[in-house]
């Protein structure tokens, strides 16, 4: 609705002229004019018209803030990071380099895959060579800096691999606490398609109109609002199923390997940003394999600053 200093051209349907009366209108500082095939005229009185400025400012103080919000949101990039084994034992497979570290008894084969979510993604196989039974377990795996950048009160503790029993755990939770908030959804969404089912029901026994379009404009938003939160779950439930694949099918886990016998799989270990040397150590039974990297940074992101804000 536009609204002038001087007149006010109000659209009104016949049916809501009735249910207002000349002094609702005098009320709100309306002074009546004349009406015209469904048109109502109308003058705007100084109430009304400083109701109006004072909504016109608030409009404009909120589209400021708006716009400053939104031109100084930015979520910056992870960094690329590169890891290159410190070894000659080096051969090349489709652009990675694979690095050997072994004993007599046991022979790990690594190459760095990539960081991925805060995370540096290794390709590991273990071989087993001696006569004993070896346990592997991946969450025994760490890293320690060994040059690099160490912040203030920083310590230099050991870092671990992450557990894939751990996190398998963790996503069997996420998944039986999404599949039971769509069911609740679903039991929601059943029992008010009931309700907006008795209320038209309702509304035609009565044969009132206004309660039937108001059932379908709610009937309407529901559909909308159910097929939001369908879209919505199946992303979910799409992105839990692709993490377990990950870590339950191509991550290394926890395993007892016999003689000559290998197993492979990916170690994900936490990402180290200021580091420039990593020393890595593999703990398998009674042996302790080590290998560094150097790690090069291809991409950092630099801090965003908004022009507008620099003095």
Not at 30 to 39: L, R, V
């Amino acid at each position: 609705m536009v609204i002038s200093k001087q007149i006010v051209r109000l659209t009104i349907h016949l049916k809501c002229i009735k249910n207002y009366s000349m002094k609702n209108f005098y009320s709100n500082n309306f002074i009546i004019t004349g009406y015209h095939s469904g048109i109502l005229f109308a003058r705007v009185g100084k109430k009304a018209d400083e109701i109006v400025k004072s909504y016109k400012t608030i409009l404009h103080f909120l589209i400021i803030i708006s716009s400053f919000l939104l031109t100084n949101c930015f979520v910056p990039p992870n960094a690329v990071l590169k890891l290159r084994p410190k070894t000659e034992d080096i051969e090349w497979y489709k652009g990675k380099e694979i690095a050997t570290v072994t004993n007599d008894s046991v022979s790990i084969i690594i190459s760095y895959d990539r960081s991925l979510n805060d995370d540096y993604l290794f390709d590991v196989d273990i071989i087993n060579y001696s006569e004993k039974t070896l346990l592997v377990e991946p969450e025994k795996f760490y890293y320690k800096m060994i040059s690099g950048t160490i912040e203030q009160n920083e310590l230099l503790s050991p870092t671990v691999a992450k557990d894939p029993e751990k996190v398998i755990l963790d996503l069997q939770k996420a998944y039986a606490l999404h599949q039971s908030q769509v069911q609740t959804q679903t039991m929601i969404y059943s029992l008010g398609y009931f309700l907006q089912f008795a209320a038209q029901t309702k509304a035609l026994v009565t044969n009132d109109a206004e309660l039937s379009e108001e059932v379908d404009e709610r009937s309407h938003r529901m559909r909308e609002s159910e097929l939001i939160d369908d879209i919505q779950n199946q992303r979910v439930s799409e992105s839990l199923d692709n993490s377990t694949y990950m870590w339950e099918i191509l991550t290394l886990r926890k395993t007892n390997l016999r003689k000559d016998e290998s197993i492979s799989g990916k170690v994900f270990f936490p990402v180290k940003e200021r580091a420039k040397t990593l020393e890595f150590c593999f703990p398998i039974g009674e042996y302790d394999l080590k290998i560094s990297f150097d790690q090069e940074v291809y991409f950092k992101p630099k801090p965003y600053v908004d022009s507008n804000l620099v003095y």
